[in-house]
Structure formats: C-alpha cells, structure tokens
Nanobody
Framework: QVHLVESGGGLVQPGGSLRLSCRVSESISRFNAMGWFRQASGKQRELVAGITYSGTTNYGEFVKGRFTVSKDDAKNTMYLQMNSLNPEDTAVYYC??????????WGQGTQVTVSS
C-alpha cells in the first residue's frame, strides 16, 4: 500500500505564502505523475498542479503564476510553493500519485486557510 502524507498547511494572511510537502512511502519516479488537488467547502475537488515523472508541469487556470510545483525524487517528496494567497485559496489540499491515467493514491489532506 502506498502512503502519501501532506504537511505545511495552516493559517496565513492574504498575500502570504505557504509551502506544502507531500512525502510518499515509496519511489515517486515509478508514478506517471504526481499532483496537488484542493477541495473547498461545498465545492468539487480540482487540480491545482501536476508534475510528470520527467518534470513537466501543469497548473489550474486559477493559479495564474502564483504557485510552483516541484519534486525531489531522492526524497520521495513533492512540493507546492504558494505565493500571493487569497481567501479563495482556502481549501483542503491533497496530493495524489498517478498510475497510468488514474489518480490512484491519495493523502489525507492538509488545511490551508487564508484569512486576515
């Protein structure tokens, strides 16, 4: 069983920054891609950012250059640097590992709250 553990969430003021981490229990290079998703209260889960095994990245349209996804294969860890946060970014953030075209493995989530 693959385990993913997110960390780094918390309360931040508008305009602030957070760095999320996702540590995986086995080599992340075996997965087609890794991704960050978020789910705000009453809304559907949406893709925030993804990174393929080769390092190609993609982002949700709402990111608009504010976030950066990266990974360290040696540490089996993926990161999400979030800058210029606004209240609309408040959500539970999840990391996931993709096998073939399926987001198969999920972490338990970490809460991000943007509020003054």
């Amino acid at each position: 069983q693959v385990h993913l553990v997110e960390s780094g969430g918390g309360l931040v003021q508008p305009g602030g920054s957070l760095r999320l981490s996702c540590r995986v229990s086995e080599s992340i290079s075996r997965f087609n891609a890794m991704g960050w998703f978020r789910q705000a209260s009453g809304k559907q889960r949406e893709l925030v950012a993804g990174i393929t095994y080769s390092g190609t990245t993609n982002y949700g349209e709402f990111v608009k250059g504010r976030f950066t996804v990266s990974k360290d294969d040696a540490k089996n860890t993926m990161y999400l640097q979030m800058n210029s946060l606004n209240p609309e970014d408040t959500a539970v953030y999840y990391c996931s590992a993709q096998v073939s075209t399926t987001w198969r493995y999920w972490g338990q989530g970490t809460q991000v709250t943007v509020s003054s």
